[in-house]
């Protein structure tokens, strides 16, 4: 939380940010958010993934996959307490401290800290959507891999392979092929 606020003088309120979160264990294929439901929390996720998906012709899609130290949610529902578009499901055990609507928006309204942190988190979240979606158009298959391979090396050890495959916006078998001649 501290690299997303970097400012000593608002350390004197990150405990009442700690203290408006609740531990939330959820298991291996729990989902988190169903789609056409309202989201709940605002999570920062302490261990474990958490993959945002879309059905698109019966088929699942990986959208994003959210990570151990980072924060997630169905923005848009959770903030406007709308039903989601999406699902977020464990793809593996997962330890998070979460927050309902109403004291996030009191901790939005009143703590500095946590309105800074916030912020910034969202800013950071827009560069690397930005970075994906251009990636996507610019990149091959193969050149998109090897990125995440350079700058997420855990996830092709943490996150099963068809994740993996619809995340990067390829077949599984495509992916299956990559990574043999990457080796």
Known sequence: MKTFIDDESLDIQIPAILEAFQHLHLQ??????????????????????????IMVDGEEK??????????????KSFMHQIPSRKNIKAISDCDLFVIDQLNFQKLLETNEAFHRFYYNLIENQIYRIDDYRIDLLTLTPEERYK???????KLLKEVPLHYLASFLGISSRHMSRIRKNSL
């Open 62 to 75: 990986t959208t994003y996959l959210a990570l151990k130290n980072s924060a997630t949610a169905a923005l």
């Open 147 to 153: 990125k995440l391979l350079a700058n997420e090396p």
């Open 28 to 53: 291996k294929n729990t989902l988190f958010v169903a789609e056409g439901k309202i989201c709940p929390y605002f999570c920062f996720i302490e261990s474990g993934i958490l993959q945002h998906n």
